[in-house]
T-cell receptor
Framework: AQKITQTQPGMFVQEKEAVTLDCTYDTSDPSYGLFWYKQPSSGEMIFLIYQGSYDQQNATEGRYSLNFQKARKSANLVISASQLGDSAMYFCAMREGPPGGGNKLTFGTGTQLKVEL | NAGVTQTPKFRVLKTGQSMTLLCAQDMNHEYMYWYRQDPGMGLRLIHYSVGEGTTAKGEVPDGYNVSRLKKQNFLLGLESAAPSQTSVYFC??????????FGQGTRLTVV
């Protein structure tokens, strides 16, 4: 079974609009962490945002926020006020286990986002 | 501060040749990872290490070996390269409590 599922291979959004990229996860471990990374066409992996399973509030980092719904096992990334530079591949990832003991970092298949004028 | 450095950045191998990819990090991180990235498949974990002298298998370990003799280095070896190993390889490292930091990737083509 897939640990991380990203069901949107590609998404389009108009500049200045908000967009939500979906991510669902599967784990039986009560302690885990969820990450989002951005990969522009240049290829590097850029960390965006992190959510711990015990965090009470949704994580936010500038224009990025993580809509964490624990019961539904979803961790969607919301990008507000999209910019042309947001066009990239976006990956959701999960660390199972506590910060000091979780070893594997598993990635989804990614969502290709294109921001249009 | 160089972060995570992968060597080489590009390589073309003939089927059956061997090679070693080097990942070096200067952040004193405990955990290190090797992934391969293929179109439509995201990043798949090959092998990882939770500390110096330790290694463990990931999702797709067959055809690869790894070693972590020094904390700062994580080596990925291909003993007998196959065309199916054509991919972009990423190394990552992380400390115990934050996100992973990635190298710039190695584009490997096996012909």
């Amino acid at each position: 079974a897939q640990k991380i599922t990203q069901t949107q291979p590609g998404m389009f959004v108009q500049e200045k609009e908000a967009v939500t990229l979906d991510c669902t996860y599967d784990t039986s471990d009560p302690s885990y962490g969820l990450f989002w990374y951005k990969q522009p066409s240049s290829g590097e992996m850029i960390f965006l945002i992190y959510q711990g399973s015990y965090d009470q509030q949704n994580a936010t980092e500038g224009r990025y926020s993580l809509n964490f719904q624990k019961a539904r096992k979803s961790a969607n990334l919301v990008i507000s006020a999209s910019q042309l530079g947001d066009s990239a591949m976006y990956f959701c990832a999960m660390r199972e286990g506590p910060p000091g003991g979780g070893n594997k970092l598993t990635f989804g298949t990614g969502t290709q986002l294109k921001v249009e004028l | 501060n160089a972060g995570v450095t992968q060597t080489p950045k590009f390589r073309v191998l003939k089927t059956g040749q061997s090679m070693t990819l080097l990942c070096a990090q200067d952040m004193n991180h405990e955990y290190m990872y090797w992934y391969r990235q293929d179109p439509g498949m995201g990043l798949r974990l090959i092998h990882y290490s939770v500390g110096e002298g330790t290694t463990a298998k990931g999702e797709v370990p067959d055809g690869y070996n790894v070693s972590r003799l020094k904390k700062q280095n994580f080596l990925l070896g291909l003993e007998s390269a196959a065309p199916s190993q054509t991919s972009v390889y990423f190394c990552a490292s992380r400390p115990w409590n934050t996100e992973a930091f990635f190298g710039q990737g190695t584009r490997l083509t096996v012909v």
